[in-house]
C-alpha cells in the first residue's frame, strides 16, 4: 500500500484507489534519485529503494504515451510512462517540514530524564529498586 514521500502530500493508495492518481518509485540513478528526495522535503531519512512519489507532482510534459497506445489512439490516464528524467514539481512544500513529536516520544525523553540509570545492566546483587515505577 503505498503513500507519497512529498512531505506534506497525504495521498495514499486507499485515499486515491479510482482516481487515476499512480505512484512512482525513485529512480535508480543516483542523481536523479537525489533530485527527488531533494523535492520530498523531507527531515528524515528517505529509503529510495521502496519509497513512491504520486503522480500529482509531476507535469505533464514529464509524461509520455508508450508508443503501441500512440499507434492505436488509445489514450488512458493509466497508461502514462513517466520520462527517465522527470523531476516532481508540482504541489511541493516551500521548506522542510519538521517531524511530529508523538506524545509517547515526548513521555520517553520525559521518562530518561527521570530515570539516567535505567537502560543498564541490573545488578541482582544489591536491593535497588530505583528504575521500578
Not at 40 to 61: L, Q, T
Not at 63 to 89: C, G, H, M, W
Not at 94 to 110: D, F, G, N, W, Y
Request: glycine content about 2%.
Amino acid at each position: 500500500m503505498p503513500n507519497c514521500a512529498i512531505s506534506t502530500c497525504k495521498n495514499y493508495s486507499r485515499v486515491t484507489k479510482n482516481s487515476g492518481v499512480r505512484y512512482f518509485g525513485f529512480p535508480t540513478e543516483e542523481n536523479f534519485a537525489k533530485q527527488w528526495v531533494k523535492a520530498c522535503y523531507r527531515r528524515d531519512k528517505i529509503n529510495v529503494k521502496n519509497a513512491r512519489v504520486c503522480s500529482i507532482h509531476f507535469s505533464e510534459d514529464c509524461f509520455e504515451i508508450p508508443l503501441r497506445q500512440r499507434l492505436l489512439n488509445y489514450q488512458t490516464t493509466n497508461s502514462r510512462v513517466l520520462k527517465f528524467d522527470a523531476v516532481p514539481t508540482l504541489h511541493l512544500p516551500k521548506t522542510p517540514v519538521q517531524k511530529e513529536v508523538s506524545l509517547r516520544s515526548l513521555r520517553m525523553a520525559k521518562k530518561k530524564q527521570i530515570l539516567p540509570n535505567c537502560n543498564g545492566p541490573r545488578n541482582t546483587s544489591k536491593l535497588e529498586t530505583t528504575c521500578f515505577l
